[in-house]
């Protein structure tokens, strides 16, 4: 009879339940490293990430059809995803769904004039008083 406390020398070698390399154990162990049993560990005790609902004002297109839907990720007709165009909402005038990067112009935000330096001298030079 094999006593609970003492571990049994084995050679057979196991699959790391982490990364899948094989490994000789000794003991107890069950994973190839110190990393391997790390990464097993904040595996099983991260928090469930949330899922993110789509944004209400967000517009969406379908890859296929073109269709445009606003805070609605999957197209009805195509029945797929629909890529994210970024912010927008309905038109005012036409009722159809616009986004933001419709409206903007890609050299709209690029300075037309370069500022005045600051540091210029006046041409008139010091005033005295």
Same mark, same amino acid.
């Given at each position: 009879?094999?006593?609970?406390?003492?571990?049994?020398?084995?050679?057979?070698?196991?699959?790391?339940?982490?990364?899948?390399?094989?490994?000789?154990?000794?003991?107890?162990?069950?994973?190839?490293?110190?990393?391997?049993?790390?990464?097993?560990?904040?595996?099983?005790?991260?928090?469930?990430?949330?899922?993110?609902?789509?944004?209400?004002?967000?517009?969406?297109?379908?890859?296929?059809?073109?269709?445009?839907?606003? /805070?609605?990720?999957?197209?009805?007709?195509?029945?797929?995803?629909?890529?994210?165009?970024?912010?927008?909402?309905?038109?005012?005038?036409?009722?159809?769904?616009?986004?933001?990067?419709?409206?903007?112009?890609?050299?709209?935000?690029?300075?037309?004039?370069?500022?005045?330096?600051?540091?210029?001298?006046? !041409?008139?030079? !010091?005033?005295? /008083?």
């Amino acid at each position: 009879m094999t006593s609970v406390r003492n571990d049994t020398q084995t050679t057979a070698t196991t699959a790391c339940p982490q990364c899948g390399s094989s490994f000789t154990p000794l003991g107890r162990r069950r994973w190839c490293s110190d990393a391997c049993r790390q990464s097993a560990w904040r595996r099983r005790r991260a928090a469930p990430r949330p899922t993110q609902p789509a944004k209400t004002d967000t517009v969406y297109q379908c890859p296929q059809c073109q269709t445009r839907y606003l /805070g609605t990720q999957r197209c009805d007709d195509c029945n797929t995803w629909c890529r994210r165009l970024g912010p927008g909402g309905p038109c005012p005038h036409c009722d159809d769904i616009v986004a933001v990067i419709d409206l903007v112009a890609d050299n709209q935000y690029s300075p037309a004039a370069k500022p005045p330096d600051k540091t210029s001298r006046d !041409p008139h030079g !010091p005033h005295t /008083g």
